[in-house]
Nanobody, 122 residues
Framework: QVQLVESGGGLVQAGGSLRLSCAVS????????IGWFRRPPGKEREFVAA????????YYADSVKGRFTISKDNAKNTVYLQMYSLELEDTAVYYC???????????????WGQGTQVTVSS
């Protein structure tokens, strides 16, 4: 069993920055892919970014490439999502999730956090 807890959400002005954290516990961090997804208001959940805990390969959605950076701290079993140049369209509930393979598809992720709200204001 793997537990994930997101933190760091909040209200930020457009153009601002925010860093989300995903604390992973329950099993060894090694070998998992940790992904970030988001659900904008009234829309379907969508992939944001993912990182392999071993090696650190990353993968981004086109909509956030160049603005968001996913990183990890294996010693702390924590994955971060640094968000720059935030746009109104980035408003969503952000979730982190764990999978046994690198994927952008949510059905490949078995374990999920509870989510953290990010609101970007004009």
């Amino acid at each position: 069993q793997v537990q994930l807890v997101e933190s760091g959400g909040g209200l930020v002005q457009a153009g601002g920055s925010l860093r989300l954290s995903c604390a992973v516990s329950g099993r060894t961090f090694s070998g998992y892919t940790i992904g970030w997804f988001r659900r904008p208001p009234g829309k379907e959940r969508e992939f944001v970014a993912a990182i392999i805990s071993t090696g650190g390969s990353t993968y981004y959605a086109d909509s956030v490439k160049g603005r968001f950076t996913i990183s990890k701290d294996n010693a702390k079993n924590t994955v971060y999502l640094q968000m720059y140049s935030l746009e109104l369209e980035d408003t969503a509930v952000y979730y982190c999730a764990a999978a046994s393979l690198m994927s952008r598809y949510s059905n490949n992720y078995r374990y999920w956090g509870q989510g953290t709200q990010v609101t970007v204001s004009s």
